[in-house]
């Protein structure tokens, strides 16, 4: 969930999308147009490219995704997108489900410019999207990802434990919140139940192996509290990094500037590890 003014108190000048970037829609596997922007950044051209994944009703030109997009931008070529349902993409949100789809169409294009390695980092869902997409495409040139960084991330589906997320899911069970969702958050809901249920979080994880993983999350997270990045951690049986970060809330507002640029550090040193 993405919330508030971004990067508040956090010191930084987020600028809009740079005249270097190159903005398309992308087509995904069902069909559905998802808005990206690729930006070539400021480090190596041969290294690894970081695919940014945004939290529910975020978008690549809210300002608490740009700032994250211009941090890691700082050392290298990052790919933002869109997700289903939100701003200028097409269709509407799964939540979690078919943003899988996205994540691939974004990860394969970043591979079509040229870059051999690529790294997905997500935010909240986004988070939650990267663990499932390195669960489902492994082997698969075109989709695959490097190493895999998840921030604010749930470790299981239906969690209703704070209010929070209470909130969020009357946004998206109920269709006066889906309306909410629509009018003030700027994100088309899909009206019905998961059938199947997608692969949770926490089961995705033992199968990313041997694929790096970095699990970030924040100790005063209101959303997700503590014991999901354990349970994310413990899933790996080992193969996972944990950072619990002190006074951190939740994703992309959360996230200071420095925390974003040693995320994008350990992401560029473990892309191009293997």
Not at 34 to 56: C, R, T
């Amino acid at each position: 969930m993405s919330r508030g003014p971004a990067g508040e108190g956090r010191g930084s000048s987020v600028r809009p999308i740079t005249e270097r970037a190159r903005r398309v829609m992308l087509r995904t596997q069902d069909g559905v147009a998802i808005d990206a922007s690729y930006e070539p950044g400021s480090g190596p051209a041969d290294g690894p490219v970081i695919v940014l994944a945004h939290g529910f009703t975020g978008d690549l030109e809210r300002p608490h995704v740009r700032r994250a997009a211009e941090v890691f931008a700082q050392g290298g070529a990052v790919v933002t997108f869109t997700f289903r349902g939100h701003g200028r993409s097409g269709g509407r949100s799964t939540v979690g489900d078919r943003e899988v789809l996205d994540l691939a169409a974004a990860v394969a294009w970043a591979r079509s410019l040229g870059h051999a390695r690529v790294v997905t980092v997500g935010f909240s869902m986004g988070g939650s999207v990267v663990l499932r997409h390195a669960a489902l495409h492994r082997g698969r040139t075109e989709a695959r990802t490097d190493a895999v960084v998840a921030v604010s991330a749930p470790a299981c589906w239906f969690y209703r434990g704070t209010a929070p997320m209470r909130r969020l899911h009357w946004v998206v069970t109920r269709r006066t919140g889906r309306m909410v969702g629509r009018l003030g958050l700027r994100t088309r809901i899909h009206p019905y139940d998961w059938d199947p249920i997608p692969l949770s979080p926490v089961e995705s994880v033992p199968l990313i192996a041997p694929t790096p993983l970095l699990v970030v999350h924040g100790d005063r997270d209101p959303y997700f509290p503590v014991d999901h990045p354990r349970m994310l951690a413990e899933a790996a049986a080992g193969g996972a990094e944990l950072w619990l970060e002190e006074g951190m809330g939740h994703a992309e507002h959360a996230a200071s500037d420095a925390l974003l640029a040693r995320i994008g550090e350990w992401a560029r040193i473990a892309g191009t590890a293997q």
